[in-house]
């Protein structure tokens, strides 16, 4: 380091570079400085960066359901197989017997329902013969 014209310290870097480094970070040049913090870091946490770019760039896991949770939750299912939209009650007393969140549960009906049920109109008559709300005939 020396002194500069304006009486701060710059190093042998600032001068050759004009206080720039070689290194740009999105296309603006790194300053000497930057650039020895950036370096100091790296070798005190580098190995704690890498590990959490790691886990990071790991691929998350599919969320599936607990196996319980589902085998309740398929139990409902073919119980209710004609008309399987859960009332509030029943979502609330599902998600109290699997330990899911109401949304989980909600989420899990709407699955299911575009992947395994075919709405009939003998299911609606009947759904309406026992007085369902018209709130589940809408489509999901």
Same mark, same amino acid.
């Given at each position: 380091m020396c002194a500069d014209d304006n009486g701060g310290m710059s190093s042998s870097d600032? $001068?050759?570079? /004009?206080?720039?480094t070689e290194e740009v970070h999105g296309n603006v040049p790194m300053r000497g400085e930057d650039q020895e913090l950036k370096d100091r870091l790296l $070798?005190?946490? /580098?190995?704690q960066?890498?590990?959490l770019k790691l886990e990071f760039s790991k691929k998350k896991k599919k969320g599936k359901l607990p196996r319980e949770a589902r085998q309740?939750?398929?139990e409902w299912w073919n119980v209710h197989i004609k008309?399987?939209?859960p009332t509030e009650a029943d979502k609330i007393s599902l998600a109290e017997l699997t330990g899911l969140d109401q949304k989980q549960i909600n989420n899990w009906f709407i699955n299911q329902?575009?992947?395994h049920w075919k709405k009939s109109s003998?299911?609606?008559q009947l759904a309406?013969?026992?007085?369902y709300s018209a709130q589940f005939f809408s489509n999901d």
């Amino acid at each position: 380091m020396c002194a500069d014209d304006n009486g701060g310290m710059s190093s042998s870097d600032d $001068e050759v570079s /004009g206080g720039e480094t070689e290194e740009v970070h999105g296309n603006v040049p790194m300053r000497g400085e930057d650039q020895e913090l950036k370096d100091r870091l790296l $070798e005190k946490y /580098g190995s704690q960066i890498t590990s959490l770019k790691l886990e990071f760039s790991k691929k998350k896991k599919k969320g599936k359901l607990p196996r319980e949770a589902r085998q309740t939750l398929l139990e409902w299912w073919n119980v209710h197989i004609k008309w399987p939209y859960p009332t509030e009650a029943d979502k609330i007393s599902l998600a109290e017997l699997t330990g899911l969140d109401q949304k989980q549960i909600n989420n899990w009906f709407i699955n299911q329902r575009k992947r395994h049920w075919k709405k009939s109109s003998e299911n609606v008559q009947l759904a309406i013969m026992n007085g369902y709300s018209a709130q589940f005939f809408s489509n999901d």
